[in-house]
């Protein structure tokens, strides 16, 4: 039996797990990974604290962090669903076992939007892929396509451009809504054009990726690509929770102390409503989530 089980280990689990040992909370973090979407970032600019440093160092150093203190951590291993049980024992059931624990805090963050088109299944890993910082390298010198227009669209971009040959912008809106500092650095280089108000029909090729199929103001064309990088938003990792209140984006709705509408099960980070998704907003949720969690413990025993 814990006190608290948190559910993510990206920026909101990671600090939520810290703030909890620290309030001598006996915590089980249970997550698939380590960093969530902050290890698919590039370059992060924005962290206080830090002027420079790209996402997969950042995780390194909430890992270090993290294992600093005697956590208990269950890595590669994802949550099925959440459950209250007799007595206000929630139980939450993974792909390895059942866990039994006094409340819990749901930092499980957001997962990829796919295209849904004819051929993306088939490439997957086979020239199409979601992440640029993973997969960037892959592709020096050849011409790829970015799928998106907002800040995770024009980061992949801007680490495409100094990998690949050319990179096209495919925008399913008629203007680039990223920050405008992205957007200077993507319209300012000579490797990039952009398609505003087109979307992408089919993803073609034999055995690896080797063009798009879009569609611009009814016209279709083919553009020739070795690579696609899908960055088209992303979805809440919310379905494992019968019950609780979500809104029309399936986000968990929280209020200002973190907590759901199922007492003792609190939420923070990007799965929830909270506004603007960043690395330091979703830190501060996370440390606001395990204080109320502190504060529901000491009412609740």
């Known amino acids: ?67 600093k203190f005697n956590i208990a951590l269950k890595e590669n291993e994802a949550v099925r669903e959440i459950a209250k049980a007799a007595g206000g024992i929630i139980q939450v059931k993974t792909t390895k076992g059942l866990y039994e624990t006094k409340s819990v805090i749901v930092a499980s963050g957001k997962r990829s939007r796919e295209l849904n088109v004819p051929g993306e299944k088939e490439f997957k890993n086979k020239g199409l892929t979601y992440c640029a910082t993973c997969d960037g390298p892959l592709f020096s010198g050849k011409d790829v396509a970015v799928i998106g227009g907002g800040n995770s669209a024009l980061d992949a971009a801007i680490q495409l451009i100094r990998i690949a040959n050319k990179v096209y912008i495919i925008n399913i809106a008629p203007e680039l809504t990223g920050d405008a500092v992205m957007r200077e650095a993507v319209q300012g280089s000579d490797k990039v054009s952009v398609f505003n108000s087109a979307k992408v029909e089919e993803v073609l090729g034999e055995r690896m990726v080797s063009a798009i199929k879009i569609k611009k103001r009814d016209k279709e064309s083919l553009l020739s690509v070795q690579g696609v990088f899908v960055e088209i938003g992303l979805i809440p990792n919310s379905d494992f929770i019968p019950g609780i209140n979500k809104n029309n984006s399936g986000e968990i709705i929280v209020n200002s102390r973190n907590e759901t509408n199922i007492s003792g099960i609190f939420a923070a980070g990007d799965v929830t409503d909270v506004p603007e998704k960043q690395i330091v907003i979703a830190a501060g949720e996370g440390a606001k989530a395990a204080l109320g969690v502190f504060k529901y413990l000491i009412y609740n025993r």
């Open 1 to 67: 039996m814990y006190d608290l089980i948190i559910i993510g280990a990206g920026p909101a689990g990671i600090t939520a797990a810290i703030y909890a040992v620290r309030k001598r909370i006996e915590s089980l973090i249970i997550t698939t990974d380590i960093g969530g979407q902050t290890a698919l970032s590039g370059d992060v600019e924005n962290y206080t604290g830090y002027q420079f440093i790209t996402g997969p160092e950042l995780v390194l150093k909430f890992e270090e962090h993290l294992r």
